[in-house]
């Protein structure tokens, strides 16, 4: 027997075995590259990525198997070597498609008591006197922040809340609670907390909301028994899919196996943004609700 047939088997096994775990990068890959066909939901875009990925391997193992060692080694240099695709080493690939399978089998949480009602005057009047969305160094600020975090890849996928979400991580993250002044309300205005990224609940919700509506999103702020937060408008209902998809995307040690929460108003889907939630989304800190304050586009 000659040593190339002795070997035969081992090469046919690796050859299989690259064709079978060429598989999943390929499909991550063709998921940033091909975007999905108009309103298709994120896990049947993966799904089709997957077929696809499937099919270009069997046909490049059957055409030539030296070429799909080729391509092996090409699609991992270019995960971890491509500069456009920084965030998309192995562990990246784990967290979309761990997203995807959490996705599937995790639905969002939509809090069937919400009834929002009328806040009071003055309490409506303090909180939009104190939003600055249109002012040049709150503009700056969240210009800034929303371009932090996920690079341009994850925008191409997700679009703008891509943005909403970097401005969440970095004012969250870097956010310290500081009680008001003692016998007083205070509100901070944004361009004073987006300096001392600290305050109080109402800060928080004030800077978060100003900032959200400083890159063109649509927010408003809550106002619960004894605390206020943002609510950022990211769709419709109909979207729910696509968005849980990306949450647990970008934020899948925070989100690990739990739902997203969000309140739906004559069909518009808003999420929760506020601190004490460890991603967007999260739980509700008090689920009753006695004011939404809105502010015009």
């Known amino acids: 027997m000659t040593p190339s047939l002795q070997f035969s088997p081992f090469v046919n096994f690796a050859v299989r075995f690259i064709q079978i775990i060429i598989v999943l990068p390929m499909a991550v890959l063709l998921s940033f590259y091909l975007p999905p066909y108009n309103s298709m939901e994120y896990e049947m875009h993966f799904l089709l990525c997957l077929l696809l990925a499937t099919t270009i391997s069997v046909l490049v193992t059957k055409y030539s198997r030296k070429l799909i060692v080729f391509m092996f080694f090409g699609i991992l240099g270019t995960l971890f070597y491509n500069s456009t695709l920084k965030d998309k080493t192995l562990d990246g690939i784990y967290g979309d498609y761990n997203a995807m399978l959490v996705n599937m089998t995790s639905n969002a949480h939509n809090v069937s008591y919400f009834k929002p009602v009328r806040g009071t005057y003055f309490q409506n009047q303090r909180v939009k006197g104190a939003m600055q969305p249109t002012h040049p160094k709150v503009r700056a600020f969240a210009v800034e922040n929303s371009t932090r975090y996920f690079n341009d890849e994850y925008y191409s996928k997700f679009n703008k809340m891509t943005r909403y979400f970097s401005l969440f991580k970095h004012i969250r993250l870097n956010w310290k609670y500081v009680n008001d002044p003692l016998g007083m309300d205070y509100y901070s205005?944004?361009?004073?907390?987006?300096?001392?990224?600290?305050?109080?609940?109402?800060?928080?919700?004030?800077?978060?909301?100003?900032?959200?509506?400083?890159?063109?999103?649509?927010?408003?702020?809550?106002?619960?028994?004894?605390?206020?937060?943002?609510?950022?408008?990211?769709?419709?209902?109909?979207?729910?899919?696509?968005?849980?998809?990306?949450?647990?995307?970008?934020?899948?040690?925070?989100?690990?196996?739990?739902?997203?929460?969000?309140?739906?108003t004559n069909g518009d889907l808003w999420i929760n943004f506020d601190y004490t939630a460890s991603y967007p989304g999260g739980p509700f800190l008090e689920p009753e609700l006695y004011s939404v304050i809105t502010f015009t586009k």
């Open 189 to 264: 205005p944004p361009t004073e907390s987006m300096g001392l990224l600290a305050g109080d609940c109402d800060d928080y919700a004030i800077l978060m909301a100003s900032s959200v509506m400083a890159i063109g999103g649509e927010a408003r702020v809550v106002v619960s028994p004894s605390h206020m937060y943002t609510e950022v408008k990211v769709g419709t209902t109909e979207d729910i899919e696509k968005v849980t998809y990306a949450i647990r995307t970008l934020f899948p040690d925070e989100v690990a196996g739990g739902k997203i929460h969000f309140h739906e």
